[in-house]
């Protein structure tokens, strides 16, 4: 049984970093893809980075670049999200999700391609 638990998120101040986990369990898969997405209130769910896990490849949504930073454990059993210079409209609940599929992996920020989730955690930015 696929499990994804997610922590880190919290209060910070703008230009402030934080650091979320995503504890995944229970699916091997050559295709798997861990992306992490974020929905603020009333806005679309959104991808903002993901890590192809076969092969270690990242991609960013252009509104993280160079702020953003995706990452997993030595064990590869948990993927970081390092947030620095973290702007106001970071301000979202973060969610990590886990896709098993070829079709996962080619598409790895629509929401749909991805079954697995975690219950997600707040991170707010405000002064």
């Known amino acids: 049984q696929v499990q994804l638990v997610e922590s880190g998120g919290g209060l910070v101040q703008p230009g402030g970093s934080l650091r979320l986990s995503c504890a995944a369990s229970?699916?091997?898969?050559?295709?798997?893809?861990i992306t992490w997405f974020r929905q603020a209130p009333g806005k679309e769910r959104e991808g903002v980075s993901c890590?192809?896990?076969?092969?270690?490849?990242?991609y960013y949504a252009d509104s993280v670049k160079g702020r953003f930073t995706i990452s997993r454990a030595n064990d590869k059993n948990t993927v970081y999200l390092q947030m620095n210079n973290l702007k106001p409209e970071d301000t979202a609940v973060y969610y990590c999700?886990?896709?098993?599929?070829?079709?996962?992996?080619?598409?790895?920020?629509?929401?749909?391609?991805?079954?697995?989730w975690g219950q997600g955690t707040q991170v707010t930015v405000s002064a």
């Open positions: 999700a886990a896709g098993l599929t070829i079709m996962a992996s080619m598409y790895p920020f629509e929401a749909n391609q991805f079954p697995h």
């Open positions: 229970g699916f091997t898969s050559d295709y798997s893809v």
């Open positions: 890590m192809i896990t076969r092969d270690g490849r990242t």
